[in-house]
């Protein structure tokens, strides 16, 4: 992300190119998607599921060469509103899994829940930004999206930042309700003499 922001900075305002600018982004775009696409898949653990985000791999690399073909000299919404539909739906999922498990610690104690939360937070407000970024508004409204577009990130980033001071204790997961082991649960008996 950091290499990104210094080469897009250097395009823009020192190169004043804008198709160098325009490569770097379908290039972070692309790194962006398999970087995410891999913490997921290692994060689930549904089988069945991580099968799709593996296969999910070669749709958006089709969208993506599609996007470059057809708008070289241009900005295709479609790749990134592909990449963030796709990864909020999987981390709902993945919410949804966590919740099933019985853990002895809360879910909030762990660095991989907050991780998805900020991932969760910049999806969900970068692809109504770019919904509407293509639309006839105002350029108050477009404005008004760009702040809104900053704020998602920095709290994106915020809520990185924290997630890794956060001092996890180690999850003990069980998929079953776990008793005390000196509970006799043997049904009594009396005698009825």
Same mark, same amino acid.
């Given at each position: 992300?950091?290499?990104?922001?210094?080469?897009?900075?250097?395009?823009?305002?020192?190169?004043?190119?804008?198709?160098?600018?325009l490569?770097?982004?379908?290039?972070?775009?692309?790194?962006?998607?398999?970087?995410?696409?891999?913490?997921?898949?290692?994060?689930? &653990?549904? =089988?069945f599921?991580k099968?799709?985000?593996?296969?999910?791999?070669v749709?958006?690399?089709?969208?993506?060469?599609?996007?470059?073909?057809?708008?070289?000299n241009?900005?295709?919404?479609?790749?990134?509103?592909f990449e963030?539909?796709?990864?909020?739906?999987?981390?709902?999922?993945?919410?949804?899994?966590?919740?099933k498990l019985v853990?002895n610690?809360?879910?909030?104690?762990?660095t &991989?829940?907050?991780?998805?939360?900020g991932?969760f937070?910049?999806?969900?407000?970068n692809?109504?930004?770019?919904?509407?970024?293509?639309?006839?508004?105002? =350029?108050?409204? =477009?404005?008004q999206?760009?702040?809104?577009?900053?704020?998602v990130?920095?709290?994106?980033?915020?809520?990185?930042?924290l997630?890794?001071l956060?001092? &996890?204790?180690?999850q003990?997961?069980n998929?079953?309700?776990?008793?005390?082991?000196?509970?006799?649960?043997?049904?009594t008996?009396?005698?009825?003499?």
């Amino acid at each position: 992300m950091a290499l990104f922001s210094i080469a897009s900075i250097t395009s823009i305002y020192f190169n004043k190119n804008l198709s160098v600018y325009l490569v770097l982004l379908k290039l972070f775009s692309t790194l962006e998607f398999f970087t995410f696409s891999l913490f997921i898949y290692y994060s689930l &653990e549904n =089988k069945f599921f991580k099968k799709i985000i593996l296969f999910l791999n070669v749709p958006y690399l089709s969208i993506h060469i599609f996007s470059w073909v057809v708008f070289k000299n241009d900005f295709s919404v479609y790749p990134f509103l592909f990449e963030f539909l796709t990864f909020i739906i999987f981390i709902i999922y993945f919410f949804y899994e966590k919740m099933k498990l019985v853990n002895n610690n809360p879910i909030y104690d762990n660095t &991989e829940f907050w991780i998805f939360v900020g991932i969760f937070i910049y999806f969900t407000g970068n692809f109504f930004y770019l919904l509407f970024s293509n639309s006839n508004y105002s =350029k108050q409204f =477009k404005y008004q999206l760009q702040i809104v577009a900053s704020i998602v990130t920095i709290t994106k980033n915020i809520i990185f930042s924290l997630s890794f001071l956060l001092k &996890e204790t180690p999850q003990i997961t069980n998929n079953s309700i776990s008793y005390a082991p000196d509970l006799d649960l043997e049904p009594t008996r009396t005698n009825t003499n």
